[in-house]
Protein backbone atom coordinates (compact mmCIF):
# COMPACT_ATOMS: atom_id res chain seq x y z
CA UNK A 1 0.00 0.00 0.00
CA UNK A 2 2.85 2.48 1.03
CA UNK A 3 4.18 2.79 -2.19
CA UNK A 4 1.30 2.74 -4.23
CA UNK A 5 -0.02 6.13 -1.97
CA UNK A 6 3.66 7.41 -2.26
CA UNK A 7 3.32 6.70 -6.21
CA UNK A 8 -0.15 8.31 -6.23
CA UNK A 9 0.96 11.84 -3.90
CA UNK A 10 3.92 11.63 -6.87
CA UNK A 11 1.80 12.25 -9.45
CA UNK A 12 -0.65 14.81 -7.40
CA UNK A 13 2.41 16.77 -6.92
CA UNK A 14 3.30 16.75 -10.60
CA UNK A 15 0.02 17.60 -11.08
CA UNK A 16 0.37 20.30 -8.92
CA UNK A 17 3.45 21.39 -10.24
CA UNK A 18 2.29 21.32 -13.96
CA UNK A 19 -1.20 23.21 -12.78
CA UNK A 20 0.86 25.91 -11.33
CA UNK A 21 3.37 26.06 -13.80
CA UNK A 22 0.89 26.49 -16.63
CA UNK A 23 -0.99 28.71 -14.62
CA UNK A 24 -4.03 26.78 -15.02
CA UNK A 25 -7.10 26.42 -12.37
CA UNK A 26 -8.10 22.66 -13.06
CA UNK A 27 -11.59 22.23 -11.99
CA UNK A 28 -12.60 20.44 -8.84
CA UNK A 29 -15.25 20.28 -6.54
CA UNK A 30 -18.51 22.38 -7.36
CA UNK A 31 -17.92 23.15 -10.17
CA UNK A 32 -16.37 20.03 -11.94
CA UNK A 33 -19.38 18.27 -10.90
CA UNK A 34 -21.60 21.04 -12.87
CA UNK A 35 -19.48 19.99 -15.84
CA UNK A 36 -19.38 16.60 -15.62
CA UNK A 37 -22.77 16.27 -14.87
CA UNK A 38 -24.53 19.14 -17.00
CA UNK A 39 -26.40 19.83 -14.09
CA UNK A 40 -26.55 22.42 -11.22
CA UNK A 41 -28.78 21.37 -8.51
CA UNK A 42 -30.39 24.41 -6.08
CA UNK A 43 -32.13 23.96 -3.09
CA UNK A 44 -35.21 25.57 -2.32
CA UNK A 45 -37.78 26.64 -0.25
CA UNK A 46 -41.96 26.96 -0.77
CA UNK A 47 -42.55 29.35 1.54
CA UNK A 48 -39.86 32.33 2.64
CA UNK A 49 -41.55 35.09 0.94
CA UNK A 50 -40.18 37.42 -0.43
CA UNK A 51 -36.78 35.44 -0.58
CA UNK A 52 -37.25 32.22 -1.90
CA UNK A 53 -41.25 30.51 -2.43
CA UNK A 54 -43.60 29.51 -4.99
CA UNK A 55 -45.84 32.02 -6.28
CA UNK A 56 -49.67 32.35 -7.67
CA UNK A 57 -48.93 30.51 -10.84
CA UNK A 58 -46.81 27.64 -8.74
CA UNK A 59 -43.55 28.46 -10.01
CA UNK A 60 -40.44 29.36 -8.05
CA UNK A 61 -39.95 33.13 -7.31
CA UNK A 62 -38.11 35.26 -4.95
CA UNK A 63 -35.51 38.09 -4.17
CA UNK A 64 -32.67 34.79 -3.47
CA UNK A 65 -34.11 32.76 -6.00
CA UNK A 66 -33.19 35.31 -8.61
CA UNK A 67 -29.69 35.68 -7.64
CA UNK A 68 -29.16 32.19 -7.73
CA UNK A 69 -30.54 32.27 -11.63
CA UNK A 70 -27.62 34.83 -12.40
CA UNK A 71 -25.41 32.80 -10.74
CA UNK A 72 -26.02 29.51 -12.81
CA UNK A 73 -26.07 31.94 -16.11
CA UNK A 74 -22.82 32.82 -14.80
CA UNK A 75 -20.99 29.14 -14.27
CA UNK A 76 -23.13 28.09 -18.07
CA UNK A 77 -20.85 30.82 -19.01
CA UNK A 78 -17.49 30.15 -17.46
CA UNK A 79 -17.45 26.89 -17.53
CA UNK A 80 -18.55 27.29 -21.96
CA UNK A 81 -21.91 24.92 -21.44
CA UNK A 82 -24.69 24.82 -24.01
CA UNK A 83 -26.73 23.35 -22.10
CA UNK A 84 -27.20 23.48 -17.95
CA UNK A 85 -29.92 21.71 -16.34
CA UNK A 86 -31.33 22.97 -13.34
CA UNK A 87 -32.67 20.69 -10.75
CA UNK A 88 -34.54 21.91 -7.54
CA UNK A 89 -34.66 20.30 -4.37
CA UNK A 90 -37.26 21.26 -1.90
CA UNK A 91 -35.80 22.31 1.51
CA UNK A 92 -36.70 23.12 5.18
CA UNK A 93 -34.43 24.66 7.74
CA UNK A 94 -33.80 21.20 9.34
CA UNK A 95 -32.63 19.76 6.27
CA UNK A 96 -31.12 22.26 4.07
CA UNK A 97 -27.27 22.36 6.44
CA UNK A 98 -27.14 18.08 5.47
CA UNK A 99 -28.03 18.40 2.34
CA UNK A 100 -25.81 21.09 1.54
CA UNK A 101 -22.85 19.40 2.81
CA UNK A 102 -23.62 15.86 1.99
CA UNK A 103 -23.22 17.54 -1.39
CA UNK A 104 -26.92 16.67 -2.68
CA UNK A 105 -27.31 20.17 -3.21
CA UNK A 106 -24.76 22.61 -4.79
CA UNK A 107 -26.29 26.12 -3.44
CA UNK A 108 -28.81 27.19 -1.60
CA UNK A 109 -30.03 30.92 -1.70
CA UNK A 110 -33.07 31.80 0.51
CA UNK A 111 -33.19 33.43 3.75
CA UNK A 112 -30.25 31.65 5.50
CA UNK A 113 -28.41 33.11 7.80
CA UNK A 114 -24.37 33.05 7.59
CA UNK A 115 -23.10 32.29 11.10
CA UNK A 116 -19.74 30.87 12.94
CA UNK A 117 -21.36 27.23 14.34
CA UNK A 118 -22.45 26.86 10.61
CA UNK A 119 -19.35 27.83 8.73
CA UNK A 120 -17.69 24.37 10.04
CA UNK A 121 -19.76 22.74 8.08
CA UNK A 122 -20.75 24.73 4.79
CA UNK A 123 -19.52 28.07 3.09
CA UNK A 124 -21.47 31.43 2.97
CA UNK A 125 -21.24 33.27 -0.19
CA UNK A 126 -21.21 37.29 0.02
CA UNK A 127 -23.98 38.73 2.27
CA UNK A 128 -27.30 39.64 -0.02
CA UNK A 129 -29.70 40.76 3.18
CA UNK A 130 -29.30 42.06 6.24
CA UNK A 131 -31.95 41.82 9.10
CA UNK A 132 -32.37 42.51 12.49
CA UNK A 133 -35.03 41.09 14.86
CA UNK A 134 -37.81 42.81 16.02
CA UNK A 135 -41.37 42.51 17.77
CA UNK A 136 -44.95 42.17 15.76
CA UNK A 137 -47.76 43.25 17.91
CA UNK A 138 -51.60 44.30 17.25
CA UNK A 139 -51.82 48.12 16.73
CA UNK A 140 -54.30 48.03 20.24
CA UNK A 141 -51.85 46.02 22.34
CA UNK A 142 -50.55 49.02 23.76
CA UNK A 143 -46.37 47.24 23.88
CA UNK A 144 -44.51 49.80 22.45
CA UNK A 145 -40.90 48.63 23.66
CA UNK A 146 -38.92 45.95 24.52
CA UNK A 147 -39.42 46.13 28.07
CA UNK A 148 -43.35 46.50 28.04
CA UNK A 149 -43.36 42.64 27.22
CA UNK A 150 -42.59 41.74 30.93
CA UNK A 151 -44.48 38.45 32.36
CA UNK A 152 -46.12 38.32 28.63
CA UNK A 153 -46.38 35.91 26.77
CA UNK A 154 -44.15 35.79 23.57
CA UNK A 155 -43.83 33.60 21.02
CA UNK A 156 -40.58 32.78 18.25
CA UNK A 157 -39.64 30.25 15.66
CA UNK A 158 -37.75 27.24 17.53
CA UNK A 159 -34.48 26.60 16.81
CA UNK A 160 -33.39 30.63 14.93
CA UNK A 161 -31.34 33.29 16.50
CA UNK A 162 -34.09 35.06 17.37
CA UNK A 163 -34.98 32.30 20.24
CA UNK A 164 -31.15 32.56 21.21
CA UNK A 165 -31.56 36.40 21.89
CA UNK A 166 -34.93 36.27 23.61
CA UNK A 167 -33.68 34.14 25.93
CA UNK A 168 -30.69 35.73 26.85
CA UNK A 169 -32.31 39.19 26.91
CA UNK A 170 -35.47 38.04 28.77
CA UNK A 171 -32.24 36.62 31.83
CA UNK A 172 -30.50 39.43 31.95
CA UNK A 173 -33.33 41.89 32.59
CA UNK A 174 -35.65 39.27 34.67
CA UNK A 175 -38.40 40.02 32.64
CA UNK A 176 -40.60 36.91 32.97
CA UNK A 177 -41.72 36.58 29.87
CA UNK A 178 -43.40 33.33 28.89
CA UNK A 179 -41.74 31.76 25.43
CA UNK A 180 -43.75 30.31 23.18
CA UNK A 181 -41.94 28.23 20.02
CA UNK A 182 -43.71 27.42 17.32
CA UNK A 183 -42.19 25.53 14.70
CA UNK A 184 -42.41 27.96 11.31
CA UNK A 185 -42.94 31.51 10.50
CA UNK A 186 -46.58 30.62 9.99
CA UNK A 187 -47.06 28.71 12.69
CA UNK A 188 -45.39 31.75 14.58
CA UNK A 189 -48.25 34.75 13.12
CA UNK A 190 -51.02 32.01 13.70
CA UNK A 191 -50.10 32.22 17.34
CA UNK A 192 -49.89 35.54 17.69
CA UNK A 193 -52.67 36.38 15.51
CA UNK A 194 -54.62 33.92 17.67
CA UNK A 195 -54.09 35.49 20.72
CA UNK A 196 -51.58 33.29 22.79
CA UNK A 197 -48.72 35.41 22.80
CA UNK A 198 -48.94 39.48 22.40
CA UNK A 199 -45.97 39.43 20.50
CA UNK A 200 -44.15 37.80 17.60
CA UNK A 201 -40.44 37.96 17.41
CA UNK A 202 -38.58 37.43 14.55
CA UNK A 203 -36.17 38.78 11.75
CA UNK A 204 -37.71 42.66 10.91
CA UNK A 205 -38.23 41.49 7.39
CA UNK A 206 -40.61 38.35 7.95
CA UNK A 207 -42.57 40.31 9.76
CA UNK A 208 -42.92 42.74 7.34
CA UNK A 209 -44.15 39.93 4.56
CA UNK A 210 -46.72 38.50 7.52
CA UNK A 211 -48.56 41.60 7.79
CA UNK A 212 -48.63 41.92 3.85
CA UNK A 213 -50.24 38.21 3.99
CA UNK A 214 -52.50 39.26 7.18
CA UNK A 215 -56.17 39.22 6.66
CA UNK A 216 -55.82 42.83 7.98
CA UNK A 217 -52.36 43.96 7.48
CA UNK A 218 -54.01 47.59 8.84
CA UNK A 219 -54.34 46.24 12.51
CA UNK A 220 -50.81 45.20 13.01
CA UNK A 221 -47.44 46.98 13.58
CA UNK A 222 -43.52 46.31 14.00
CA UNK A 223 -42.10 47.63 17.27
CA UNK A 224 -38.76 47.23 19.30
CA UNK A 225 -35.36 48.54 17.95
CA UNK A 226 -33.57 45.57 15.63
CA UNK A 227 -31.78 43.13 18.36
CA UNK A 228 -29.06 42.04 16.99
CA UNK A 229 -28.17 42.13 13.06
CA UNK A 230 -27.83 38.84 10.60
CA UNK A 231 -26.67 38.10 7.39
CA UNK A 232 -28.39 36.38 5.18
CA UNK A 233 -25.67 34.57 2.42
CA UNK A 234 -26.05 31.42 -0.04
CA UNK A 235 -24.96 28.08 1.17
CA UNK A 236 -22.25 26.25 -0.89
CA UNK A 237 -20.51 23.23 0.02
CA UNK A 238 -17.18 23.96 2.34
CA UNK A 239 -14.18 24.83 0.81
CA UNK A 240 -14.86 25.70 -2.74
CA UNK A 241 -12.96 28.52 -2.82
CA UNK A 242 -13.34 28.44 -6.47
CA UNK A 243 -17.01 28.20 -6.83
CA UNK A 244 -17.86 30.37 -3.99
CA UNK A 245 -15.55 33.11 -6.24
CA UNK A 246 -17.97 32.84 -8.79
CA UNK A 247 -20.53 33.30 -6.23
CA UNK A 248 -19.75 36.36 -4.72
CA UNK A 249 -18.60 37.85 -8.03
CA UNK A 250 -22.25 37.57 -9.22
CA UNK A 251 -23.37 39.35 -5.99
CA UNK A 252 -20.87 41.86 -5.70
CA UNK A 253 -21.56 42.33 -9.78
CA UNK A 254 -25.28 42.48 -8.95
CA UNK A 255 -24.61 45.48 -6.45
CA UNK A 256 -22.33 47.65 -8.62
CA UNK A 257 -24.40 47.47 -11.60
CA UNK A 258 -27.54 48.54 -9.84
CA UNK A 259 -29.47 45.68 -10.91
CA UNK A 260 -29.13 44.77 -7.16
CA UNK A 261 -31.22 47.65 -6.07
CA UNK A 262 -34.04 47.00 -9.07
CA UNK A 263 -34.20 43.26 -8.21
CA UNK A 264 -34.86 44.90 -4.07
CA UNK A 265 -37.48 47.25 -5.45
CA UNK A 266 -39.10 44.53 -7.22
CA UNK A 267 -39.37 42.20 -4.56
CA UNK A 268 -39.74 44.80 -1.20
CA UNK A 269 -41.37 47.70 -2.74
CA UNK A 270 -43.44 46.45 -5.13
CA UNK A 271 -46.79 43.82 -5.88
CA UNK A 272 -45.58 40.22 -5.58
CA UNK A 273 -47.85 37.59 -6.81
CA UNK A 274 -48.40 35.79 -3.62
CA UNK A 275 -52.00 35.76 -2.49
CA UNK A 276 -53.42 37.46 -5.61
CA UNK A 277 -50.94 40.53 -5.40
CA UNK A 278 -49.24 41.88 -2.07
CA UNK A 279 -46.55 44.44 -1.58
CA UNK A 280 -44.31 43.83 1.09
CA UNK A 281 -43.19 48.11 1.21
CA UNK A 282 -39.50 47.21 3.19
CA UNK A 283 -37.58 49.98 2.38
CA UNK A 284 -33.76 49.46 2.12
CA UNK A 285 -32.56 49.32 5.36
CA UNK A 286 -29.18 51.97 5.70
CA UNK A 287 -27.22 48.46 6.76
CA UNK A 288 -28.08 46.79 3.56
CA UNK A 289 -27.02 50.91 1.59
CA UNK A 290 -23.54 50.29 3.37
CA UNK A 291 -23.17 46.54 1.94
CA UNK A 292 -23.78 47.78 -1.62
CA UNK A 293 -20.92 49.75 -1.58
CA UNK A 294 -19.14 47.50 0.23
CA UNK A 295 -19.87 43.78 -0.43
CA UNK A 296 -18.90 41.13 1.85
CA UNK A 297 -19.00 37.74 3.48
CA UNK A 298 -18.84 38.84 7.22
CA UNK A 299 -21.28 37.11 9.50
CA UNK A 300 -22.47 39.97 11.70
CA UNK B 1 -19.41 14.70 1.63
CA UNK B 2 -17.74 16.96 3.55
CA UNK B 3 -18.85 17.12 7.10
CA UNK B 4 -16.97 17.88 10.06
CA UNK B 5 -18.17 15.30 12.94
CA UNK B 6 -17.72 16.49 17.00
CA UNK B 7 -19.30 13.98 19.60
CA UNK B 8 -17.99 15.79 21.99
CA UNK B 9 -20.85 18.78 20.80
CA UNK B 10 -23.19 16.91 23.80
CA UNK B 11 -20.56 18.39 26.34
CA UNK B 12 -20.11 21.61 25.01
CA UNK B 13 -22.39 24.96 26.24
CA UNK B 14 -25.04 25.65 24.48
CA UNK B 15 -25.49 29.46 22.71
CA UNK B 16 -28.44 29.75 24.75
CA UNK B 17 -27.24 29.81 27.65
CA UNK B 18 -28.94 27.23 29.13
CA UNK B 19 -26.44 24.37 29.86
CA UNK B 20 -24.44 21.97 27.71
CA UNK B 21 -26.16 20.79 24.68
CA UNK B 22 -26.27 17.53 26.37
CA UNK B 23 -28.82 18.36 28.37
CA UNK B 24 -31.05 19.67 26.54
CA UNK B 25 -31.80 16.18 25.08
CA UNK B 26 -32.49 15.14 28.92
CA UNK B 27 -35.02 17.71 28.94
CA UNK B 28 -36.37 16.70 25.90
CA UNK B 29 -36.24 13.47 26.84
CA UNK B 30 -38.12 13.71 30.27
CA UNK B 31 -41.05 15.20 28.46
CA UNK B 32 -40.73 12.51 25.79
CA UNK B 33 -41.64 9.72 29.02
CA UNK B 34 -43.84 11.57 31.59
CA UNK B 35 -45.92 12.49 28.01
CA UNK B 36 -45.59 9.28 26.71
CA UNK B 37 -46.47 7.34 29.76
CA UNK B 38 -49.29 8.97 30.85
CA UNK B 39 -50.92 9.33 27.68
CA UNK B 40 -50.57 5.40 27.66
CA UNK B 41 -51.69 4.80 30.86
CA UNK B 42 -55.44 7.05 30.07
CA UNK B 43 -55.46 5.08 26.45
CA UNK B 44 -55.08 2.22 28.00
CA UNK B 45 -58.41 3.14 30.00
CA UNK B 46 -60.55 4.67 27.47
CA UNK B 47 -59.71 1.56 24.94
CA UNK B 48 -60.51 -0.67 27.89
CA UNK B 49 -64.60 0.91 27.86
CA UNK B 50 -64.43 1.83 24.63
CA UNK B 51 -63.27 -1.52 23.05
CA UNK B 52 -66.11 -3.40 25.16
CA UNK B 53 -68.97 -0.95 24.19
CA UNK B 54 -68.56 -1.74 20.79
CA UNK B 55 -69.12 -5.74 21.36
CA UNK B 56 -71.80 -4.75 24.18
CA UNK B 57 -75.37 -6.10 23.09
CA UNK B 58 -77.19 -2.03 23.22
CA UNK B 59 -77.37 -0.45 20.29
CA UNK B 60 -76.39 2.93 21.79
CA UNK B 61 -72.92 2.42 23.65
CA UNK B 62 -71.86 0.27 20.39
CA UNK B 63 -72.75 3.61 18.31
CA UNK B 64 -70.95 6.12 20.18
CA UNK B 65 -68.02 3.64 20.72
CA UNK B 66 -67.95 3.34 16.93
CA UNK B 67 -68.27 6.58 16.30
CA UNK B 68 -65.58 7.44 18.81
CA UNK B 69 -62.87 5.18 17.26
CA UNK B 70 -63.65 6.29 13.53
CA UNK B 71 -63.38 9.81 13.90
CA UNK B 72 -60.27 9.51 16.26
CA UNK B 73 -58.54 6.84 14.64
CA UNK B 74 -59.06 7.90 10.67
CA UNK B 75 -57.73 11.70 10.98
CA UNK B 76 -53.85 11.87 11.04
CA UNK B 77 -52.23 12.73 14.47
CA UNK B 78 -50.87 15.98 13.46
CA UNK B 79 -54.34 17.19 12.03
CA UNK B 80 -55.64 16.30 15.28
CA UNK B 81 -53.10 18.49 16.86
CA UNK B 82 -53.31 21.43 15.02
CA UNK B 83 -57.37 21.22 15.37
CA UNK B 84 -56.55 20.91 19.36
CA UNK B 85 -54.17 23.50 19.65
CA UNK B 86 -55.75 26.10 17.06
CA UNK B 87 -59.03 25.62 16.51
CA UNK B 88 -60.87 24.73 19.33
CA UNK B 89 -60.50 27.23 21.39
CA UNK B 90 -61.50 29.55 19.24
CA UNK B 91 -64.77 27.43 18.91
CA UNK B 92 -65.26 27.69 22.55
CA UNK B 93 -67.33 30.79 24.28
CA UNK B 94 -64.27 33.54 23.95
CA UNK B 95 -64.06 33.94 27.82
CA UNK B 96 -63.14 30.21 27.83
CA UNK B 97 -60.82 30.58 25.01
CA UNK B 98 -59.08 33.18 26.38
CA UNK B 99 -58.80 31.42 29.51
CA UNK B 100 -57.23 28.21 27.76
CA UNK B 101 -54.54 30.42 25.70
CA UNK B 102 -53.89 32.77 28.83
CA UNK B 103 -52.36 29.69 30.70
CA UNK B 104 -49.15 29.02 30.96
CA UNK B 105 -47.98 28.03 27.54
CA UNK B 106 -45.87 25.30 28.61
CA UNK B 107 -48.54 23.97 30.55
CA UNK B 108 -51.13 24.16 27.85
CA UNK B 109 -49.08 22.55 24.77
CA UNK B 110 -48.54 19.63 27.39
CA UNK B 111 -51.94 19.23 28.18
CA UNK B 112 -53.20 19.93 24.55
CA UNK B 113 -50.59 17.14 23.34
CA UNK B 114 -51.79 14.92 26.23
CA UNK B 115 -55.44 15.34 24.88
CA UNK B 116 -54.35 14.76 21.48
CA UNK B 117 -51.87 11.42 22.17
CA UNK B 118 -54.69 10.05 24.43
CA UNK B 119 -58.09 10.05 22.33
CA UNK B 120 -56.04 8.90 18.99
CA UNK B 121 -53.84 6.32 20.95
CA UNK B 122 -56.94 5.19 22.58
CA UNK B 123 -59.23 4.99 18.94
CA UNK B 124 -56.34 2.52 17.76
CA UNK B 125 -55.91 0.41 20.98
CA UNK B 126 -59.70 -0.08 21.60
CA UNK B 127 -59.67 -1.99 17.75
CA UNK B 128 -57.43 -4.12 19.25
CA UNK B 129 -59.38 -4.73 22.39
CA UNK B 130 -62.49 -5.35 20.48
CA UNK B 131 -60.73 -7.86 17.66
CA UNK B 132 -59.39 -9.34 21.19
CA UNK B 133 -62.85 -9.67 22.85
CA UNK B 134 -63.97 -11.07 18.80
CA UNK B 135 -61.43 -13.58 18.34
CA UNK B 136 -63.30 -15.90 21.55
CA UNK B 137 -65.76 -18.43 20.65
CA UNK B 138 -69.07 -16.61 21.60
CA UNK B 139 -69.88 -19.95 23.16
CA UNK B 140 -67.81 -18.65 26.06
CA UNK B 141 -70.25 -15.94 27.03
CA UNK B 142 -73.23 -18.13 26.17
CA UNK B 143 -71.02 -20.48 28.54
CA UNK B 144 -70.70 -17.90 31.03
CA UNK B 145 -74.61 -16.27 30.96
CA UNK B 146 -75.68 -20.17 31.10
CA UNK B 147 -74.04 -20.15 34.72
CA UNK B 148 -75.81 -17.24 35.88
CA UNK B 149 -73.43 -14.41 35.51
CA UNK B 150 -74.24 -10.76 33.86
CA UNK B 151 -73.03 -8.71 31.64
CA UNK B 152 -70.58 -7.14 33.46
CA UNK B 153 -69.51 -10.44 35.54
CA UNK B 154 -69.12 -12.33 32.09
CA UNK B 155 -66.80 -9.71 30.52
CA UNK B 156 -65.30 -9.26 34.35
CA UNK B 157 -64.33 -12.88 35.20
CA UNK B 158 -64.58 -14.71 31.61
CA UNK B 159 -64.51 -12.67 28.31
CA UNK B 160 -61.93 -9.68 29.14
CA UNK B 161 -59.24 -12.11 30.92
CA UNK B 162 -58.63 -14.29 27.69
CA UNK B 163 -59.25 -11.28 25.58
CA UNK B 164 -57.10 -8.97 26.78
CA UNK B 165 -53.80 -11.47 27.02
CA UNK B 166 -54.69 -11.93 23.36
CA UNK B 167 -53.98 -8.63 22.42
CA UNK B 168 -50.50 -8.38 24.50
CA UNK B 169 -48.39 -8.73 21.36
CA UNK B 170 -50.92 -5.96 19.36
CA UNK B 171 -50.71 -3.65 21.69
CA UNK B 172 -47.31 -3.53 22.19
CA UNK B 173 -47.00 -2.13 19.38
CA UNK B 174 -49.36 0.62 20.03
CA UNK B 175 -47.82 0.98 23.57
CA UNK B 176 -44.11 1.58 21.31
CA UNK B 177 -45.97 4.00 18.84
CA UNK B 178 -46.72 6.16 21.68
CA UNK B 179 -43.59 7.10 22.34
CA UNK B 180 -42.60 7.88 18.53
CA UNK B 181 -46.29 9.42 17.76
CA UNK B 182 -45.49 12.03 20.97
CA UNK B 183 -42.82 13.85 18.69
CA UNK B 184 -45.24 15.48 17.01
CA UNK B 185 -45.78 17.70 20.34
CA UNK B 186 -42.54 19.82 18.71
CA UNK B 187 -45.46 21.25 16.00
CA UNK B 188 -47.18 22.99 18.62
CA UNK B 189 -43.96 23.89 20.91
CA UNK B 190 -43.35 21.52 23.14
CA UNK B 191 -39.78 21.14 23.35
CA UNK B 192 -39.73 16.51 23.72
CA UNK B 193 -36.77 14.23 22.44
CA UNK B 194 -37.40 15.70 18.76
CA UNK B 195 -37.62 18.86 19.12
CA UNK B 196 -34.79 19.69 21.35
CA UNK B 197 -32.82 17.25 18.88
CA UNK B 198 -33.50 20.04 16.14
CA UNK B 199 -32.99 22.90 18.70
CA UNK B 200 -29.70 21.34 18.98
CA UNK B 201 -29.04 20.79 15.51
CA UNK B 202 -30.20 24.15 14.23
CA UNK B 203 -27.50 25.75 17.18
CA UNK B 204 -25.01 23.71 17.31
CA UNK B 205 -24.83 22.69 13.15
CA UNK B 206 -24.13 19.01 14.03
CA UNK B 207 -27.56 17.81 12.84
CA UNK B 208 -26.28 14.20 12.28
CA UNK B 209 -24.50 14.14 15.77
CA UNK B 210 -27.96 14.81 17.17
CA UNK B 211 -30.00 12.71 15.32
CA UNK B 212 -28.16 9.73 15.44
CA UNK B 213 -27.95 10.02 19.28
CA UNK B 214 -32.05 10.53 19.65
CA UNK B 215 -32.34 7.65 17.36
CA UNK B 216 -30.23 5.73 20.05
CA UNK B 217 -32.34 7.03 22.93
CA UNK B 218 -35.44 6.00 20.86
CA UNK B 219 -33.96 2.84 20.42
CA UNK B 220 -33.29 2.52 24.35
CA UNK B 221 -36.71 3.52 25.21
CA UNK B 222 -38.62 1.02 22.39
CA UNK B 223 -35.88 -1.63 23.08
CA UNK B 224 -36.97 -1.22 27.29
CA UNK B 225 -40.96 -1.13 26.29
CA UNK B 226 -40.26 -4.54 24.45
CA UNK B 227 -38.72 -6.18 27.17
CA UNK B 228 -41.27 -4.68 29.51
CA UNK B 229 -44.33 -6.09 27.76
CA UNK B 230 -42.65 -9.56 27.42
CA UNK B 231 -41.98 -9.96 30.71
CA UNK B 232 -45.74 -8.99 31.58
CA UNK B 233 -46.76 -11.88 28.50
CA UNK B 234 -44.93 -14.45 30.87
CA UNK B 235 -46.06 -13.83 33.92
CA UNK B 236 -49.86 -13.80 32.34
CA UNK B 237 -49.83 -16.69 30.76
CA UNK B 238 -52.38 -19.24 31.89
CA UNK B 239 -51.67 -22.62 31.24
CA UNK B 240 -54.20 -24.37 28.27
CA UNK B 241 -54.59 -20.90 27.07
CA UNK B 242 -52.91 -19.40 23.79
CA UNK B 243 -49.25 -19.00 23.81
CA UNK B 244 -48.67 -21.19 26.80
CA UNK B 245 -46.48 -24.70 26.68
Known sequence: MIPKFTNRLAVAVAGLALAATVGAQPLDGTLKKIKETGSITLGTRIASVPFNYLDDNNKQAGFSWEIAQHVVEQVKKDLKLVKLDVKAIELTPQTRIPLVANQTVDLECSSTTNNLERQNQVSFSNTFFVVGARLLVRKNSGIKHWSDLVGKNVVVSAGTTAERILRQLNEQNKWGINIILAKDINENFLTVETGRAVAAMQDDIILYSNIARAKNPADWQVVGIPQHKEAYACMLRKGDAAFKKVVDGVIAGMMKSGEFEKLYNKYYLKPIAVKGGVTINFPMPPDMEELIKNPNDRPL | ?245
Open chain 2, 1 to 245: MQYSWDWFVFFKPSVTGDGPYGLMLLRGLGWTILLSLLAWILAFGIALAAGVARTLPGRLPRFAAATYVHCFRNVPLLVQLFLWYFVVPELLPVSWGNAIKQMNPTTNQFLTVLVGLTLYTAAKAAEQVRAGIDSLPVSQKQAAMALGLGTAAAYRHVILPQALRIVIPPMTSDFLNVFKNSAVALTIGLMELTGQTRQLSEFSAHPFEAFIAATLVYMLITYGVIVLMRQIELRTRVPGLLGSR
